[in-house]
């Protein structure tokens, strides 16, 4: 629909674009091959004066999809002031709020603060920002989610349960739909697995099954996904060696997608498996590892500390 209105009003094709692929074919198209089409958008909507999808073409660009492929963290930071000036430039309250937040979200992964997980800070403040839940409610919902999932995964689970799939209803068929959906279903299995509790494994299974749909319907951009949760389901039910298998082809296709955040993720999975279901410390020893060596690159400061002091220690007890 986006693409044919882009044919009949050129003077909309900005907004064309950044409709099209940040909320149709980013489900059926490769992250990768969606970067272009949002730079031609931003060329396109700057030509005919369009500063609001201008600047929603260049955060789609320059954060949003990064972001989802795992590019370093600090190669995404850089990006943002720029955008922000021209954003107040251009007087896009809009999308230079929503901005911010992610700016914050990113600048909390990177830290080394005890309190990383909580979005708050100099860049964004939801006490400085009276009509922050208006404008930036969605993305301030995703910033709290991504936070909680990489370092304080307990908390995440409980939270996905209490707002389940809030984030699909107040953007519906946003591309960080995708990624959102997914670090929901690990924080799940995480508790699932930990708790042994009916509650987690059964919303876990629910979102299991829906990222299976979206494999099933063509998305290119969800078989890690897919493979994890599915050793996480395997690992749950005790199918210890179909686990084993769903892990490594997760970590394969991560790691051949040069997705840092989770082929460091599905590694420090695997490494939690190995640990607590195989009594095996020393190949979980080597899978931490190369978690902790693949956050590194990703740039994620604190979430290394929280896995060099749990799992190191999980991993002397078993050892001694």
């Known amino acids: 629909m986006g693409l044919t209105m882009q044919k009949s009003h050129p003077a909309r094709e900005g907004a064309c674009i950044y409709i099209s692929y940040s909320f149709v074919l980013c489900w059926k198209l490769p992250l990768p091959a969606l ?11 700057t030509r005919v004066g369009d500063s609001t999808f201008s600047c929603w073409c260049m955060t789609s660009h320059h954060i949003w999809l990064p972001y989802m492929m795992g590019k370093p ?58 009509d922050w839940e208006e404008i930036g409610g969605k993305l301030v919902h995703f910033a709290e989610g991504e936070l909680l999932t990489f370092l304080k995964p307990e908390e995440a689970a409980d939270r996905a349960i209490a707002v389940g799939n809030k984030f699909s209803k107040l953007a519906p068929s946003n591309c960080l739909g995708m990624i959102e959906t997914f670090h929901r279903g690990v924080a799940l299995y995480i508790m699932a697995r930990k708790t042994k509790k009916r509650k987690y494994k059964t919303h876990a299974s629910r979102i299991r099954k829906t990222i299976k749909k979206w494999l099933q319907a063509g998305n290119p951009n969800v078989e890690h996904y897919s493979l994890l949760l599915d050793a996480e389901h395997a690992a749950l039910g005790r199918a210890y ?14 790691t051949r997608m040069e997705y840092l955040h989770h082929a460091a993720l599905i590694n420090e999975r695997y490494a939690d498996f190995l640990l607590n279901e195989r009594d095996d410390p020393e190949r979980a020893s080597y899978y931490l590892d190369e978690a902790i060596r693949l956050y590194e690159q990703w740039g ?4 290394i ?4 002091s749990d799992l190191n220690r999980s991993l002397a007890f078993q050892r001694s």
């Open 35 to 45: 970067l272009k089409p949002h730079y031609d958008g931003y060329v396109s909507a």
């Open 73 to 130: 963290l600090r190669h995404i930071l850089k990006e943002f002031p720029l955008l922000q000036s021209q954003m107040e430039e251009l007087s896009q309250p809009g999308p230079l709020l929503t901005l911010k937040i992610m700016w914050q979200m990113m600048v909390n992964l990177t830290s080394s603060y005890s309190n990383a997980h909580k979005l708050e800070g100099h860049t964004f403040s939801r006490n400085e920002v009276d």
């Open 241 to 254: 060696a179909s686990a084993e298998k769903l892990y490594a082809e997760a970590i394969a296709i991560a």
């Open 300 to 303: 994620a400061t604190r979430k």
């Open 305 to 308: 500390k929280i896995l060099q």
